[in-house]
């Protein structure tokens, strides 16, 4: 495509881009009014493999107990993790915790407005702290989550992408300037019309920019198929958070052990199953074998 072309289609997608967040509102969510830092953080975690419509009531209570980083890294894993109730994935909790003590170690209580001091911090990664920097403090970084990165290859590249290449291909889109607006409004595509399964051609914004539409949408779809995740009833995730479940109404003895992670007939595997959350920092053995959060 000669470079002309290209600069053309790449400026008549940035229009459309910016142009769902400027006239139609996007979705209400509490995190898009926000601009502190921690609640940013906060909520980039929780979003994880959790849609947002199960995050909001914890969000909200969440930064109720815990309104500013001082206040998370002065409580105890075990108050975070009990806080967490209802999102799952509990590392996540104990990850929260911990860059929030970094960050009154090592940065003064203030969340660093820089990629790599960002990257640093406990369970943050590259997701987590482009969503930080564009979102906090509306820099100009490509945030490429899964919903983006199918805008990507079917509007832009046309054809199936790497999550790298993805990336790179967002970081070069970014109109200077507008950052924040660029990847809300980016997401917000993906999210409601560009779905995986059913993306809503004729209702999008971007069709007459898009390779994949333009060439009459031939097969294979360039969105990658999501991988089909591991069951989760009778699994150990599903022991793991019964016993953490367990654990925030109050200490677990050895005889109600097998009980608490729902298997009564398996305590080889519920006593497998709790080490594990031990060794992980998520739970705690005392004396007699009695278990507590940390």
């Not at 072309?5 to 997608?13: D, P």
């Not at 915790?97 to 590259?126: N, Y």
């Not at 069709?207 to 989760?232: L, M, V």
Request: charged share 20%; proline share 10%; glycine share 10%.
């Amino acid at each position: 495509m000669p470079a002309a072309i290209e600069a053309g289609r790449r400026a008549g997608l940035r229009r459309a881009v910016l142009g769902v967040g400027r006239h139609r509102p996007l979705r209400p969510l509490p995190w898009r009014a926000a601009r502190d830092p921690w609640a940013i953080l906060v909520s980039e975690v929780m979003l994880q493999q959790t849609p947002p419509a199960r995050v909001l009531a914890p969000y909200d209570r969440f930064l109720g107990l815990f309104p500013t980083v001082a206040a998370c890294a002065a409580a105890t894993p075990g108050d975070v993790l009990r806080a967490w109730a209802g999102l799952g994935y509990n590392r996540r909790a104990r990850n929260l915790h911990g860059a929030a003590t970094a960050v009154v170690e090592k940065h003064a209580g203030v969340i660093p407005a820089d990629l790599e001091a960002l990257r640093a911090l406990p369970g943050v990664g590259p997701y987590t702290a482009r969503a930080v920097l564009s979102f906090a403090y509306e820099t100009d970084h490509a945030v490429v989550d899964v919903n983006v990165a199918r805008v990507i290859a079917r509007a832009v590249v046309g054809k199936a992408v790497t999550a790298s290449a993805a990336q790179a291909v967002a970081d070069r889109l970014v109109p200077p300037g507008r950052g924040w607006l660029w990847n809300q409004s980016l997401m917000e595509i993906g999210a409601l019309v560009c779905s995986r399964r059913a993306p809503a051609c004729p209702e999008c914004r971007l069709a007459p920019w898009c390779a994949w539409s333009g060439a009459g949408r031939p097969p294979p779809d360039p969105a990658a198929a999501a991988s089909t995740p591991s069951a989760f009833e009778g699994s150990d995730r599903q022991g793991r958070g019964r016993l953490v479940a367990a654990l925030r109404a109050g200490p677990v003895t050895p005889r109600r052990l097998a009980a608490a992670c729902g298997w009564p007939d398996d305590l080889g595997r519920s006593r497998r199953v709790a080490a594990a959350l031990v060794a992980e920092g998520l739970a705690r053995r005392g004396p007699g074998g009695v278990m507590t959060l940390p």
